[in-house]
């Protein structure tokens, strides 16, 4: 049978850009009985109280803007702080600790909880998972990654204060800490998908497996998924989807959105385009032909040459898009 335009997406998503359903589950399943192992610890006399209502799960498995392969799932370990104080300095939060807490040789000589020291600590204590196999700091220097013999992906785990102003404190990468709150994009992330009636998921992924490809300079995902979003809260949403034109959209919007600045939905970090000149013009550049192919395999869709429109999709995405 003759394949049509949305029958080769419709494979090429469930062959090579959507998470197996199955293994999606046993991912949660294991990040579930991560955390609950890890709530054990608080019960050490020499560990810090924790709080599980104070766990948070981000990051793009969490809002399954996630594309094959399952290599990473984050979270944050909400400590509970019972006691505690904290205050802004500059560009940094500080964090004061109870008198009992001081004893676990995890804050400065000036007083101050040192968030570095707070994730070895916590990795120190990791060994008691079962089939442990590793952990390490993360090269950020905010997380920790854990990687367990039993599954084929890491845990990257960052230590997390929820503070009275309703956000979280998290380990800066200097010993410090600093402000951020993932609910928003969670939040963000699926409210536009329901406005879209569950299409933009996927259309984010598509485009991820795009960038992935590494035909130009690779756009950082949490970049890539503001700006799709931005997009996406201007446009209105008529009741039908057509997978492909909106990639030809999408496309020309990345091209012009790179080049700028792009301000962090959450409104704490500010630009988060940290791209150089060069980068985002050579991403523009690409993303702008590839704009031009789309424009042109819509075309040929409309007019009724499925299979020409397949094949400038697959010049698009790769040979695996027409297997």
């Known amino acids: ?140 220097m905010q997380a920790i990654t854990l990687q367990l013999s039993s599954y084929p992906w890491n845990f990257d785990i960052i230590p997390c204060f929820y503070t009275i102003d309703e956000f979280y404190l998290i380990p800066n990468g200097y010993g410090k800490w600093e402000r951020t709150d993932p609910r928003i994009d969670n939040e963000r992330t699926t409210n536009s998908n329901q406005k879209f009636d569950g299409h933009l998921l996927e259309l984010i992924r598509l485009v991820k497996y795009l960038n992935s490809r590494k035909l130009t300079v690779t756009i950082p995902s949490y970049l890539l998924e503001v700006i799709i979003l931005n997009y996406y809260d201007t446009q209105y949403f008529n009741g039908t989807w057509s997978i492909d034109d909106n990639l030809k959209s999408i496309f020309r919007e990345i091209a012009t959105q790179i080049r700028n600045d792009v301000a962090d939905p959450k409104e704490i970090q500010g630009n988060i385009n940290t791209l150089d000149w060069e980068d985002r013009y050579n991403i523009a550049t690409f993303f702008n032909k590839e704009a031009e192919k789309a424009g042109n395999a819509v075309l040929q869709r409309i007019i009724g040459n499925e299979q020409a429109a397949i094949d400038i999709w697959s010049n698009i995405f790769g040979e695996e898009f027409e297997k």
């Not at 008691?128 to 590793?134: E, G, L, T």
């Open 1 to 140: 049978m003759v394949k049509t335009v949305n029958s080769a997406f419709r494979d090429f998503l469930n062959d090579e850009v959507n998470l197996d359903p199955s293994q999606s589950k046993r991912a949660r399943n294991s990040r579930d009985y991560l955390l609950t192992n890890i709530a054990e610890f608080s019960k050490d006399a020499d560990f810090f109280d924790l709080y599980s209502g104070f766990n948070l799960y981000y990051g793009s498995f969490a809002r399954k803007t996630k594309k094959k392969l399952l290599d990473d799932i984050d979270l944050m370990v909400g400590f509970s702080g019972n006691g505690y104080v904290y205050h802004k300095e500059e560009d940094h939060y500080l964090i004061s600790v109870n008198d009992r807490d001081k004893e676990y040789g995890c804050t400065d000589d000036d007083g101050y909880l040192n968030s570095r020291k707070v994730i070895e600590l916590l990795k120190s204590r990791l060994y008691k998972i079962s089939n442990y196999q590793k952990a390490e700091m993360h090269r950020n």
